[in-house]
């Protein structure tokens, strides 16, 4: 795979998103094109890019948003942990303690939301199809 199937001008212009600044766009399309890869066993990067759908496009779109969603998390984490979940509350002597950050849980959580929106993109593509596609493999091979 040599660049993300999708670039900022796709981003902004056809998929319409804007919670990607330009400069950190080709970041998270990266990731999110090297996931959307191994879920399709290597076939979007055997393929030239012009025979791909713009489903595929789409999905790169929304797992970068999904990927800059989770790093944002990620970095604001001393805010979540004062300002997050309620864990528990004392009305008497007015004591809050508040949930601590769970970066596993969150990067887990992540990883499930971001397999399954790539899912909801690619599903009717063939490109998941786990045995033998006669015309994406075919491709492949050309």
């Not at 890019?49 to 779109?61: F, N």
């Not at 303690?97 to 790539?118: H, Q, R, V, W």
């Amino acid at each position: 795979m040599d660049m993300p199937y999708a670039d900022f001008a796709y981003y902004t212009g056809t998929y319409y998103g804007t919670s990607i600044p330009e400069e950190k766009f080709p970041y998270y399309a990266r990731q999110a094109s090297m996931q959307i890869n191994a879920l399709t066993f290597g076939r979007t990067a055997a393929v030239a890019a012009s025979l791909l759908p713009d489903a595929v496009k789409d999905a790169t779109c929304r797992a970068a948003e999904l990927y800059a969603e989770y790093e944002a998390r990620k970095s604001n984490a001393a805010a979540y942990t004062r300002n997050g979940l309620v864990k528990s509350e004392n009305n008497d002597g007015f004591s809050v303690s508040y949930a601590d950050y769970d970066a596993s849980a969150d990067k887990a959580s992540t990883e499930e939301t971001i397999e399954g929106e790539l899912a909801v993109y690619l599903a009717h593509t063939g490109l998941m199809y786990r045995g033998f596609s006669a015309y994406w493999d075919k491709e492949a091979r050309s």
